[in-house]
Structures are given as structure tokens and as C-alpha cells.
């Protein structure tokens, strides 16, 4: 019986065989604090901009479809 550590060499290595590569990703944690506040401050400047009124609008519409098709709470 094969070791989860020799599972994972082996699954890897077929992947690498079939073309693929690992890559990592870093991403904004929306779970911080910091984060929300930047991302607040910078919609309430986009929000002041005439400029940006076709986007913002487009983003509304864009996410009042997504919510509507959620089930519930």
C-alpha cells in the first residue's frame, strides 16, 4: 500500500506526463478587514465619478442577476 505522500508524487507526475504544470495564486483575502475598508473607499470614489456611471451601472445589473437566481435564505 502506497503512502498518501507516494498518492500525490504519482498523481503529479501523470499530470506533468499529460502537459500540466503547478502554479500558485495568490489572492486578496476578502475575509480581511483591511480589504473591506479598501474596497469601500474605493466604491465610494467610483461612485462620485461621472465617468464611471456606465460601469457601476453595468455591475448592478450584473449582480442583481446573479442574486436573483440564489435560492432563498
Not at 499530470?15 to 480589504?35: C, E, F, T, Y
Amino acid at each position: 500500500m502506497r503512502s498518501p505522500s507516494e498518492k500525490m508524487r504519482s498523481y503529479r507526475a501523470r499530470l506533468r506526463a499529460s502537459g500540466l504544470r503547478p502554479v500558485q495564486i495568490w489572492v486578496p483575502d476578502v475575509r480581511s478587514p483591511s480589504l473591506r475598508d479598501e474596497a469601500r473607499r474605493q466604491s465610494v470614489i467610483a461612485s462620485q465619478l461621472a465617468s464611471e456611471r456606465e460601469e457601476l451601472d453595468f455591475l448592478d445589473t450584473a449582480a442583481t442577476d446573479l442574486l436573483k437566481d440564489l435560492p432563498p435564505e
